[in-house]
């Protein structure tokens, strides 16, 4: 019979790439205090980096221009794509202001 | 005039302006020329999302950077924001400002020594904004921050000099760099300041406030070169008597 051919059977295999397949696209969403508002963010991976740029996407704000600081310490940009944000992170973003 | 060293680095002028409350950004770039400064002293604050972003880039670059933790309450937050501007400006200068109150603006004198010793732990060259006590600028001094700057009167007050005889007790008491940072109102206070023996001076409202900023900033700039050219030239000492300056000496007669 031709058309038993092309049954496809349940295999472990399927689970695990279909894991990894899924994963990225489920994305879950996630609250954030972003200089002090709340924010909830979907976003594929839970870095700095990426929250970051989520936040200034289409504000026209360069992010070489802004300083950040997560649940009160610094984290140079160097280190934004090796951090790691979690659910209630409180995360500041800084720029440089008229002052006296 | 005399040339003025900082942390290793040459400057012409003696007067560091604030960048705060001018009436547009033209004004304050137009006032910021007309000073003659070198030097310019920046606040670091929350991203707007909805506003103007763009401040630096729309100062002048030319300046040194002095970016300073104004509005901090705690030593917690005043290293965070000094860390931050540090992050911002690629510089370690930091002007550090620890106030107790929002009425009055006065620097906390406890909190603030504390906060200058971590800071200078980090790395940071600190120019410490305290009151006009000479024996805390000579402790900021002693712990090494790069420049003490008393205030002759609260933030934004325009009072000028209000304890003179502490300014000189302050001068003599200390040896580095001393600038006023607050209180100053009109050109004579910062060439009093000057004429006092201090290395310069940081004034913001006395300019932005004034009707014509770019006007008052040329003349806060004049009068700090001419304070500072009458401290170096040797003021005479004071007397009670008068003393004359033509000779009685070949006059006609005593009628």
């Not at chain 2, 005039?1 to 007067?15: T, V």
């Not at chain 2, 009167?153 to 200390?174: A, F, V």
């Amino acid at each position: 019979m031709v058309w038993k051919k092309n049954i496809s059977f349940f295999h472990p295999r399927d689970l695990i790439y279909n894991f990894f397949v899924y994963s990225k696209i489920m994305i879950i969403e996630k609250n954030f205090f972003i200089n002090g508002l709340n924010y909830k963010y979907k976003l594929s991976d839970f870095d700095l980096s990426c929250l970051v740029d989520k936040f200034i996407e289409k504000k026209g704000i360069n992010s070489q221009n802004i300083a950040v600081a997560l649940n009160e310490t610094l984290i140079k940009k160097s280190e934004w794509k090796k951090t790691k944000v979690s659910e209630n992170d409180r995360i500041e973003i800084v720029v440089p202001f008229a002052g006296g | 005039m005399d040339k003025l060293f900082i942390d290793g680095e040459k400057f012409e002028s003696r007067l560091i302006m604030g960048t705060s409350l001018f009436p547009n950004i033209d004004v304050l770039n137009k006032s910021l020329e007309k000073s003659g400064s070198e030097i310019i002293t920046m606040a670091v604050r929350r991203l707007n999302i909805s506003g103007e972003n763009d401040f630096i880039k729309q100062v002048n670059k030319k300046f040194k950077f002095l970016p300073n933790t104004a509005g901090c309450f705690t030593k917690k937050e005043a290293i965070l924001t000094a860390e931050l501007a540090r992050e911002l400006l690629q510089t370690n200068w930091i002007k550090l400002e620890l106030i107790s109150d929002e009425e009055m603006l006065l620097p906390d004198p406890i909190e603030l020594f504390e906060t200058c010793k971590e800071l200078i732990k980090k790395g940071f060259k600190v120019f410490a904004y305290c009151s006009d006590d000479p024996i805390l600028c000579k402790r900021l001094e002693d712990e090494g921050c790069v420049s003490v700057m008393p205030l002759i009167s609260p933030i934004g007050s325009g009072l000028g000099i209000r304890n003179e005889h502490n300014l000189e007790l302050i001068r003599k008491m200390c040896g580095g760099l001393i600038f006023v940072d607050a209180g100053i109102g009109q050109p004579s206070d910062a060439s009093k300041i000057m004429e006092l023996g201090f290395d310069g001076v940081l004034l913001n409202s006395s300019v932005a406030r004034s009707l014509d900023p770019p006007t008052m900033a040329e003349a806060m700039k004049l009068a700090v070169i001419s304070g500072r050219l009458g401290f170096k030239s040797g003021l005479i000492e004071k007397s009670k008597l008068a003393l004359n300056s033509t000779t009685f000496k070949g006059k006609i007669s005593n009628f």
